[in-house]
């Protein structure tokens, strides 16, 4: 568990704090106006709010500092040519690192959306969570829980569009309502995903998806 007592801050170097290959963390996207509104701020005055992270020793004996959340800071430090930065030691196992990570990152608009239900579901897994408890800790609905585990049912290549920002959320949502009525329809609508306005596309797959809906319940009445 997360202990309670004031965590320890200390000045770390900045190549000792580590970013895990599994993070949660939001993709840095350097080429926004607002990492270089960051950036501009950091090279002025620093990293001002220590950044989270835990300690993990490993097989060999040695600590690492794995960066918990401020993924974009740390990069803004990195070509800032910072050599140390505040860290705030936090004492939290792995699956609590990915709450706190899910925590502090699933209302923002620059988190990749499939990385983040991969997250999100192993989290419920290692919690042995239900939708419903998870919406309940997160404030969210059940609904809201549910649209962002469907992610996982496009394949790799379409998560990876979603990531890299190639295809917006609701376009995402609605790609995910077609593969589960009609999913050898949906390499139909990639490119209009990644083209089409999102209030456009959004109306014309979930229109598609409810029309696939009608086509199989109908099947399945002829069938019984």
């Known amino acids: 568990m997360v202990t309670q007592t004031e965590p320890e801050v200390m000045m770390l170097p900045l190549d000792k704090l580590e970013v895990a290959d599994d993070t949660g963390l939001r993709k840095v996207k350097t080429e926004s106006e607002k990492y270089k509104g960051m950036l501009s701020s950091v090279k002025q005055r620093g990293i001002i709010n220590a950044l989270p992270a835990r300690v993990h020793v490993d097989e060999n004996g040695v600590k690492h500092y794995i960066l918990i959340d401020g993924l974009h800071r740390r990069t803004c430090a990195v070509e800032a040519g910072l ?10 196992d792995e699956a609590e690192v990915l709450e706190l990570q899910i925590e502090a990152n699933f209302h923002k608009v620059e988190t990749a959306p499939a990385q983040f239900a991969r997250q999100l579901q192993r989290i419920m897994l290692e919690k042995d969570r239900s939708v419903e408890d998870q919406a309940k800790i997160m404030s969210v609905s059940p609904a809201w829980i549910k649209s962002r585990l469907n992610f996982l049912i496009l394949s790799e290549d379409v998560q990876k569009m979603a990531d890299n920002g190639d295809i917006k959320i609701s376009n995402l949502i609605a790609l995910t309502a077609l593969a589960k009525e009609a999913p050898d329809e949906v390499k ?15 109306a014309e797959c979930l229109a598609a998806a409810k029309a696939a809906k009608l086509k199989n319940k109908g099947q399945r009445v002829v069938l019984t």
Request: aromatic share 12%; hydrophobic share 50%.
């Open 83 to 92: 050599k140390e930065v505040p860290v705030r030691i936090l004492d939290a």
């Open 188 to 202: 139909d609508w990639i490119q209009r995903a990644q083209e089409q306005a999102p209030d456009v596309f959004f």
